[in-house]
């Protein structure tokens, strides 16, 4: 498992970084515990 994990890291793989709120990032299929960590805007 290590091995494919770090050949991923390797691969450097697009990152996609955005602001969303609670709604739109469930929407876009991101998990989490917004209502212990994150306010409404993360």
Known sequence: ???LV???????PEVRV????RAEAEAAGAI???G???RERA
């Open 1 to 3: 498992m290590e091995e």
């Open 6 to 12: 770090n050949e991923h890291i390797l691969d450097d």
């Open 18 to 21: 955005w602001y969303a709120s």
């Open 32 to 34: 989490a515990l917004f």
């Open 36 to 38: 212990e960590k994150y």
